[in-house]
């Protein structure tokens, strides 16, 4: 289980990241409990996978998460494509 926070144009955003093995992970952040990240891949230090996710008043989102192993955290970018366009965002969890 990882957790952190995610800088947005919209403000910070909690996330927490629960990978069960190589191909299965699950995500909580903006509206979502849990969810199954899609194309989930963790090998070679390496985290990768995305979610949908629909916002009240800013519409449906595909957030893509892209994620390193680095000093013990994971380090990586998180881009969101949605009706506003394309946002990219830094993102560094820690193992709770």
């Known amino acids: 289980r990882w957790a952190g926070v995610v800088s947005t144009p919209m403000g ?14 699950r995500v909580t952040a903006l509206t979502l409990q849990r969810a199954e ?3 989930f891949s963790a090998s ?3 985290v990768s ?5 629909a ?11 892209r994620l390193a192993a680095v000093g013990g955290k994971l380090q990586g970018r998180v881009y969101a494509r ?3 366009g394309e946002w990219l965002m830094e993102v560094e969890l820690s193992r709770e």
């Open 12 to 25: 910070p955003f909690p996330v927490v990241l629960e990978i069960a093995d190589d191909q299965r992970a």
């Open 37 to 39: 990240l899609q194309d």
């Open 44 to 46: 070679t230090g390496r």
């Open 49 to 53: 996978g995305y979610f949908d996710v």
């Open 55 to 65: 916002l009240p008043e800013v519409g449906d989102w595909r957030v893509f998460l």
């Open 82 to 84: 949605g009706g506003f």
